[in-house]
């Protein structure tokens, strides 16, 4: 309990005295994790609904290795694309490897298929209950998902915050690939890990706690973006 209490007790005193260190690692926490989830909802969701609506052969398969790919281990991701930023990679020549760019990248594969699937889920039943209307229209499959992403954009802002929780929380991925270097790609979960293994207990909780109220603010603007509550969908 003693920890707990100096966590908090040192989370409040670096966010009231505006710890520049704090704000820097944060401010680059929100940079990469922000940007990361930009990119994978570009991909994810009009892959989600692009599977909900367009039937194929192997649809199913599809499905179920989207699925699958929710469970990839981060440091696989991590050590895969370390692989492929390396000086030996095909994509060394870039010199990416042990930048924000590197984490971004490897955040994108990582929370693009939980983004993916989850559209996926909502908008088939979106896609149940519109199906006739669209077809009756005569609408493209271009039209039909844009109707249903527009339609459905409550459910994609819950895909979205659970694709962005993901992202700001990943420690194992982000580690191989960006480093942790100081004033350049250490973020919120990494300051967390070195503070740990140094056994400055007191500043990772108080780090912790910086993380966990930084998860609760997004949350809690999705919400009054998406306006649930005043529409009584809460």
């Given at each position: 309990m003693e920890d707990i209490w100096a966590g908090l007790s040192a989370a409040f005193q670096l966010i009231g005295t505006g710890d520049p260190d704090l704000i820097e690692i944060t401010l680059r926490s929100i940079q990469v994790?922000?940007?990361?989830?930009?990119?994978?909802?570009?991909?994810?969701?009009?892959?989600?609904?692009?599977?909900?609506?367009?039937?194929?052969?192997?649809?199913?398969?599809?499905?179920?290795?989207l699925n699958a790919m929710m469970g990839l281990p981060p440091v696989v991701v991590g050590l895969i694309v370390y692989l492929l930023l390396s000086r030996s990679g095909p994509f060394g020549v870039l010199g990416l490897l042990f930048t924000p760019t590197a984490m971004i990248i490897a955040q994108v594969i990582i929370i693009t298929p939980l983004i993916a699937s989850i559209t996926h889920q909502a908008m088939r039943e979106l896609w149940a209950e519109y199906h006739d209307l669209l077809i009756s229209l005569n609408t493209s499959k271009g039209q039909r998902i844009a109707t249903l992403i527009r339609d459905g954009r409550r459910n994609l802002l819950t895909?979205?915050?659970?694709?962005?929780?993901?992202?700001?929380?990943?420690?194992?991925?982000?580690?191989?690939?960006?480093?942790?270097?100081?004033?350049?790609?250490?973020?919120?979960?990494?300051?967390?890990?070195l503070e740990t293994g140094k056994g400055d207990f007191a500043l990772a909780l108080g780090l912790g706690f910086v993380l966990i109220s930084l998860a609760l603010l997004v949350n809690l603007a999705i919400h009054t973006l998406s306006r649930t509550e005043r529409d009584g969908r809460w």
């Open positions: 994790s922000f940007s990361a989830l930009v990119i994978a909802c570009l991909i994810a969701l009009p892959l989600g609904t692009w599977l909900a609506v367009r039937r194929f052969r192997f649809r199913r398969a599809t499905i179920a290795v895909a979205a915050l659970a694709g962005f929780g993901r992202a700001i929380g990943e420690v194992g991925a982000i580690m191989i690939v960006g480093g942790n270097i100081d004033h350049a790609t250490r973020v919120l979960t990494t300051a967390i890990a």
